[in-house]
């Protein structure tokens, strides 16, 4: 049973930083692209950015790119994501997933895991 847990959200001003982590366990871990998306209040979840098995490659959305960073550790299981200069459009809560079979998918139905999501709240 693959898991997914993150962690590090929180309530920020706007400006700020965050780190967010998403600790996998019960699968292999290197074997997975892993991606990070996004559901505000009333709206549907959306895609952030993902990256490859090894780290090697990343991709972001237009509106996150310069201020997101997804970097993974593989000998911890971990993914982070790294946001700066927040906004309040950012507040969400941020889900990490894993995607078994490729790298590159942008939409909920392409990845297999999931985790609960972690709150990020920025105020102006």
């Known amino acids: 049973q693959v898991q997914l847990v993150e962690s590090g959200g929180g309530s920020v001003q706007a400006g700020g930083s965050l780190r967010l982590s998403c600790a996998v366990s019960g699968g292999t871990f290197s074997n997975y692209a892993m991606g990070w998306f996004r559901q505000a209040p009333g709206k549907d979840r959306e895609f952030v950015g993902d990256?490859?098995?090894?780290?090697?490659?990343?991709y972001y959305v237009d509106s996150v790119e310069g201020r997101f960073t997804i970097a993974r550790d593989n000998a911890k299981n971990t993914v982070y994501l790294q946001i700066d200069s927040l906004k309040p459009e950012d507040t969400a809560v941020y889900y990490c997933?894993?995607?078994?079979?490729?790298?590159?998918?942008?939409?909920?139905?392409?990845?297999?895991?999931w985790g609960q999501g972690t709150q990020v709240t920025v105020s102006s």
């Open positions: 990256i490859s098995w090894r780290g090697g490659s990343t």
């Open positions: 997933a894993a995607e078994t079979t490729g790298w590159g998918g942008k939409t909920v139905d392409e990845f297999d895991y």
